[in-house]
């Protein structure tokens, strides 16, 4: 591989810089009493501290796993620290409570917590290491009836909505880390939009790890009611460190019937340097279950993390359900994703689409596993899978896992898979027309991508093409 | 404009150019012919900055610069254009997308303003008709799908936009009928200025029939056998290469 593609994949992360605030931090190690302790500190109901009791008790009996393609250090649980807080964050009134070092960092982080997101029409909750700092627009959103708050406020101030589906799509007992998470979560956001309301806004979530030794574990439900529609976008970013950090998050996701839930995920959490150090483990659980007619949407941009392990899933449970999926994975330097989704087709004439853009520079392992599974009852279920990978050099790995079970004699499958190398002619001709090499190979792999982007609402779709072009930075030579 | 001296380049351990030199100036179509094999399209790669040849000596200087000393995007940037051969396929990105993504960058490169796809679309509307080309064809990916008569006219559309000083088509004829033929030799006609210079690699003369050139070169095993004017061309349609070859010691 020539120089180009070597120096364009190798760019600083922009991101890697630390707040230096003062955090309420629990001592390392995890054990009942930690349980306890984090669910005291968010004054949280006897329901919730047995339901993380009992997820804890079900945690110490399992095992990670170890099925995914993925090489690393296994987690030492007792080294971490599973609770930080930004000291100042008391209940909140208003944003202008809020510290105004946490107000800097996201604004260096490009997001403005004040009013100026006004304009752009999008509401924002802000995560930083384990708390919500603050979520923007509040008033508009109230006065459509749509609820969006951390989701420690709406255990005080919706309990009945958190009984009724927290750990309904994603139970504490699913895996070992929706287990550990359901034990330790600190915080998260919540969405409620009620029957048959279009949520006005694009609502954001930004999740920021700050402290050192410190994971991460949020959780977020979003629950749309019939006929409702939302809209939602995560990003995360974290400091540089050389030590590995784990983020081990839970997203439920609830589309009653006819209800429309579209999840956007953009993660540039640190991935460690170009020799594999430090980084981001970033081990994720998230579903959704769409009842009749409704939809729910995964767009996933993943350019971030050491490791990454998730699959977005749908459970197409109510008849004439649309699961969907749109995923770009990026692996670059010694970055590994093992990411896919799950399609459980239950009722009748359910629909799911696959589209996976896996890209791979460096010495970086991309992996793609999927899961479609039509249950007897299905009639008439259909999937359409496209699995495409991208080789940017020749050191780098791009694996296809597929699993297809089908019950149902009427439904209809389709798989297609590709494997492409962006080519040094394909970048020579770039530059005969005077792009030069990073302009060149964003151009490619933005094509590449382009069923993906054009899924993502408009203001971040740009913002995904950007980073894309950032993290292959000196992966051509 | 541009002076080749001596040139000498080889494909690994392969020597294919063995001692090149040529003039072109300003105003001036030439055609380099040769049978296959003789180092026609590496000479049109090496102008244009592939990194897959390497110059092992000789120059080439460009308006008074060492061409060999820029990259391709900035050989392209001052001017120079390779209508490739065999165009690549850029899948996703659409044609108008790329065509303004390049006219910018050359733009940028002189200090001008970048034109937005508003602004940009009528000017290639208006380089469309040159070539004969459906509007439609922009929005669709970059040669992707593209036949091959397609392919070449695109590459003269591209060239129509981007306004070279020095522009070589390499092979430009080959896979195409008479009536595309025809069509883009008038797009390459019709583009010429007494300001710019057209470097024409092909192998048949029927081309030429349309681009007339003033001077016509026979490359033949690495170097330029013979130099003549346009009636040269002529002779070879009638007679072949053979005659050229043995007396200048190169196997056939």
Same mark, same amino acid.
């Given at each position: ?6 120096? @364009? ?6 991101? %890697?810089?630390?707040? $230096?605030?003062?955090? #309420?931090?629990?001592? +390392? *190690?995890? &054990? ?80 403005? @917590? ?6 752009? %029409?999008?509401?924002? $909750?802000?995560?930083? #290491?384990?708390?919500? +700092? *603050?979520? &923007? ?341 | ?252």
């Amino acid at each position: 591989m020539s120089a180009s593609i070597e120096t @364009l994949v190798n760019k600083e992360y922009q991101y %890697g810089f630390v707040t $230096d605030i003062e955090s #309420d931090t629990i001592p +390392v *190690g995890l &054990t009942e009493e930690t349980v306890r302790l984090i669910s005291a500190k968010k004054q949280e109901p006897q329901w919730l501290l047995d339901w993380r009791l009992k997820a804890f008790r079900r945690w110490l009996t399992m095992t990670e796993p170890s099925w995914p393609n993925v090489k690393y250090t296994k987690v030492d649980y007792q080294a971490q620290t599973y609770y930080s807080a930004p000291k100042s964050v008391k209940p909140l009134q208003s944003l202008d409570e809020v510290d105004p070092e946490l107000l800097r960092t996201y604004e260096k982080l490009g997001i403005s @917590l004040t009013e100026q997101k006004r304009l752009s %029409g999008v509401a924002v $909750d802000a995560i930083f #290491d384990s708390v919500s +700092v *603050g979520t &923007t627009m509040k008033d508009e959103l109230k006065k459509a009836g749509v609820v969006f708050c951390s989701f420690g406020e709406a255990v005080h101030e919706h309990p009945d909505l958190i009984q009724k589906y927290l750990g309904s799509v994603v139970p504490y007992s699913d895996n070992f880390f929706a287990a550990l998470n359901s034990a330790v979560f600190s915080d998260g956001s919540f969405v409620f939009v009620p029957k048959g309301v279009k949520c006005p806004l694009e609502l954001s979530t930004y999740f920021r790890i700050n402290a050192a030794e410190t994971g991460q574990f949020e959780r977020t439900l979003i629950v749309a009611e019939e006929g409702a529609s939302v809209s939602y976008l995560e990003g995360c970013t974290a400091p540089k460190r050389s030590t590995n950090q784990l983020h081990a998050a839970v997203v439920e996701l609830i589309a009653l019937d006819d209800a429309t839930i579209k999840y956007s995920t953009v993660q540039n959490w640190y991935a460690g340097d170009a020799d594999g150090v430090g980084g981001i483990y970033n081990f994720v659980t998230k579903r959704g279950k769409a009842m009749a007619r409704a939809k729910i949407s995964w767009t996933q941009v993943e350019t971030g993390s050491a490791i990454t392990w998730k699959y977005p899933s749908v459970i197409l449970q109510g008849d004439d359900s649309t699961g969907e999926f749109y995923s770009v994975a990026v692996v670059n330097n010694h970055q590994q994703a093992d990411t896919g989704t799950k399609m459980i087709h239950i009722g009748r004439n359910t629909k799911s689409t696959i589209i996976s853009k896996g890209i791979s520079a460096g010495h970086g392992q991309n992996s793609y596993r999927g899961q479609v599974k039509v249950l007897p009852k299905a009639e008439g279920a259909r999937n359409y899978t496209q699995c495409d990978s991208m080789l940017i050099g020749n050191k780098c790995g791009a694996h296809t896992f597929p699993y297809i079970e089908v019950a149902n004699d009427s439904a209809t499958l389709e798989h297609e898979a590709s494997t492409s190398k962006i080519g040094e002619d394909q970048i020579f001709y770039c530059k005969q027309r005077g792009l030069n090499t990073e302009h060149a190979i964003s151009l490619i792999v933005a094509g590449f991508c382009k069923e993906v982007f054009k899924e993502l609402p408009m203001e971040f779709a740009l913002e995904a093409q950007q980073l894309l072009g950032i993290s292959l930075e000196g992966s051509v030579g | 404009m541009l002076r080749i001296s001596d040139l000498h380049a080889s494909a690994g351990d392969k020597p294919i150019l063995k001692g090149i030199s040529l003039d072109v100036r300003a105003g001036e179509v030439h055609a380099i012919m040769g049978p296959n094999g003789s180092g026609k399209s590496t000479l049109a790669q090496i102008i244009a900055g592939h990194p897959g040849y390497e110059v092992t000596s000789g120059s080439i200087s460009y308006e008074g610069e060492d061409l060999l000393d820029l990259d391709a995007e900035e050989r392209a940037q001052r001017g120079v254009f390779l209508a490739f051969q065999y165009p690549v396929e850029i899948p996703g990105v659409t044609n108008a997308y790329f065509l303004r993504a390049a006219y910018n960058e050359i733009r940028k490169a002189h200090g001008e303003e970048e034109v937005d796809p508003i602004e940009f679309l009528d000017l290639v509307e208006e380089k469309l008709k040159l070539v004969d080309m459906d509007p439609a064809m922009l929005h669709r990916s970059v040669n992707a799908g593209f036949s091959g008569g397609e392919k070449k006219r695109n590459e003269i559309l591209q060239m129509a936009v981007l306004a070279p000083k020095l522009a070589v088509l390499d092979e430009t004829d080959s896979g195409l009928d008479i009536d595309a033929l025809r069509i883009v030799a008038n797009g390459v006609n019709a583009l010429k200025r007494p300001t710019n210079a057209t470097v024409v690699v092909t192998h048949y003369q029927r081309l030429l029939d349309y681009i007339i050139p003033d001077h016509v070169h026979v490359l033949a095993g690495g170097r330029i056998i013979r130099s003549g004017g346009k009636e040269l061309a002529h002779e070879l349609e009638a007679k072949g290469y053979d005659w050229l070859l043995e007396p200048a010691g190169v196997g056939a």
